[in-house]
C-alpha cells in the first residue's frame, strides 16, 4: 500500500524557470493539501484540494503560484518565474475525508533550490 | 497570535529517559484536532498520535502518550523510553473544525543521548 508520492525530491532551477512539483495522494484518498517549509520552521498551509477543485487557496502567494489536482494524474504545484525566496521544501499531504479527526498522510517531500 | 507554540527549540534526553516535548495552542473554535508529527534528518513527515478535543482520555500510541490539559489549552507529548531512533524535529499542529489546514508550530529538536 504505497504512501503520498513525490517527485521530483530534489529540483534546482535558476531564477526566471518554471518549477512543477507533482503529488500522487495515497490510493482512496481523493483530499490533497500542499505545505511549504522554510529552513528552521514549521509547515505553512499553502493549498487544499479535491478532485477537479479548488477548495481552499488561503495560503497560496496570489502570483506565480498555481495547483491543480485533475480527474486523472497527480496533484500539480505550479511555481512561475521562480526567485530565491521560493526556495524551500514543499510537502504534499492525502486524506480520504475532510474531518478535524483525519489524519493527514503526508509525502517524502520536494525539495526546491532556486540558483 | 500564533495557533501553536513550541517553546524549546532544542532537547536533549538520556536513552531509556522520559522526555516531554511542550505545545500549547490557541484556538476559539469548540472543537479541534491536535496531532504531533516527527521529521526524522531524512525529511519526511510521520504521524505519531492524535488527540480530539472532545476526548476525555489522553491519547496513547505505545511509547507516545498526549498530555491534553484542555482548560491551559496544551498538548504535550511524551515519549517514554526514549531509543536513539527517536532523534527528530517533533511538530505539534492543530486542525479547527471551521477549517481545512493543518496549523504547524516550529518544532522542537530532540536528540537522545546514549
Known amino acids: 500500500n504505497a504512501g503520498v508520492m513525490q517527485n521530483p525530491r530534489h529540483l534546482v532551477r535558476r531564477r526566471g524557470q518554471e518549477a512543477r512539483l507533482r503529488c500522487s495522494p495515497m490510493k482512496g484518498h481523493s483530499h490533497v493539501y500542499w505545505y511549504r517549509q522554510l529552513p528552521e520552521e514549521g509547515l505553512k498551509f499553502m493549498v487544499y484540494?479535491?478532485?477537479?477543485?479548488?477548495?481552499?487557496e488561503s495560503g497560496m502567494p496570489k502570483e506565480r503560484f498555481s495547483a491543480e489536482f485533475p480527474k486523472e494524474g497527480p496533484s500539480i504545484l505550479r511555481i512561475q518565474q521562480v526567485v530565491r525566496g521560493d526556495s524551500a521544501a514543499y510537502f504534499c499531504?492525502?486524506?480520504?475525508?475532510?474531518?478535524?479527526?483525519?489524519?493527514?498522510?503526508f509525502g517524502p517531500g520536494t525539495r526546491l533550490l532556486v540558483l | 497570535a500564533q495557533k501553536i507554540t513550541q517553546t524549546q527549540p532544542g532537547m536533549f534526553v538520556q536513552e531509556k529517559e522520559a522526555v516531554t516535548l511542550d505545545c500549547t495552542y490557541d484556538?476559539?473554535?469548540?472543537?479541534?484536532?491536535l496531532f504531533w508529527y516527527k521529521q526524522p534528518s531524512s525529511g519526511e513527515m510521520i504521524f505519531l498520535i492524535y488527540q480530539g478535543s472532545y476526548d476525555q482520555q489522553n491519547a496513547t500510541e505505545g511509547r507516545y502518550s498526549l498530555n491534553f490539559q484542555k482548560a491551559r489549552k496544551s498538548a504535550n507529548l511524551v515519549i517514554s523510553a526514549s531509543q536513539l531512533g527517536d532523534s527528530a524535529m517533533y511538530f505539534c499542529a492543530m486542525r479547527e473544525v471551521t477549517g481545512n489546514q493543518f496549523y504547524f508550530g516550529t518544532g522542537t529538536s530532540l536528540t537522545v543521548i546514549p
Open positions: 484540494l479535491q478532485k477537479e477543485n479548488i477548495i481552499d
Open positions: 499531504a492525502s486524506s480520504p475525508i475532510s474531518a478535524i479527526s483525519e489524519t493527514q498522510y
Open positions: 484556538t476559539s473554535d469548540p472543537s479541534y484536532g
